[in-house]
């Protein structure tokens, strides 16, 4: 069963304090691994796709990087304006997409 | 572009009621998804359409729910009778057809069944 689970569920930091997030996954042929952002009564907002391992992706002070069997997200320098749920998702068949329960960002000034 | 476009935002109703969730999906995207969120479950796929077409409702959770297509431009996700553990948040989600795209999320629908 395709399964992804990302750590922590919760992540309290200062602005400026850089860290990342975890996604693990198992999935029978891996299509390609997305990252969300969802921020509080919203939907999810694409951020990143990564198709193989050793890939990596950026944007302004996030960067995502893919191996075999895990994903990380980078956060570099954040800002209160990061904070958000990020979600992981791997794509499991055609266009079928396996989530992750995501990580709450609470980036303090 | 809009994006995808869903309505209620809020739905409140009562054990036993039908239900009917909208969506209108981005103009030229051929997939369209259902999907519920929940604080237990994370999201959680209900069905998808490919050019209209249902290819996988698996995530159906039972024979009181169901979604129709009619055509590129509308999709429904009916409830009936609604049950309180229905409630969740409702995302339909849209994306181009061709395999490895990104999926556009609406603002989705908060339905609490009371």
């Known amino acids: 069963e395709d399964q992804v689970t990302q750590s922590p569920e919760a992540l309290r930091l200062q602005e400026g304090e850089s860290s990342s997030l975890n996604c693990s996954y198992t999935v029978s042929g891996l299509r390609g691994l997305f990252w969300y952002r969802q921020d509080p009564g919203k939907g999810p907002e694409f951020l990143f796709t990564l198709y193989s391992a050793g890939e990596e992706k950026e944007k302004e002070r996030l960067k995502a990087t893919l191996t075999k069997k895990e994903s990380f997200l980078h956060i570099t320098a954040p800002k209160p304006e990061d904070s958000a749920t990020y979600l992981c998702a791997v794509q499991a068949g055609f266009q079928k997409l396996v989530f992750g329960t995501g990580t709450r960002l609470l980036v303090s000034p | 572009d809009a994006g995808v476009i869903q309505s209620p935002r809020h739905e409140v109703t009562e054990m036993g009621q039908e239900v009917t969730l909208r969506c209108k999906p981005i103009?030229?995207?051929?997939?369209l998804f259902w999907y519920r969120q929940t604080m237990m479950r994370g999201l959680e796929l209900l069905i998808y359409f490919n050019n209209n077409v249902p290819i996988d409702d698996s995530g159906m959770p039972e024979d009181r729910f169901s979604a129709k297509m009619p055509n590129a431009s509308f999709s429904t996700l009916k409830i009936q009778p609604s049950e309180p553990r229905d409630s969740a948040v409702y995302f339909c989600a849209t994306a181009r057809q061709g395999g490895n795209t990104e999926a556009f999320f609406g603002q989705g629908t908060r339905l609490t069944v009371v």
């Open positions: 103009s030229g995207h051929n997939s």
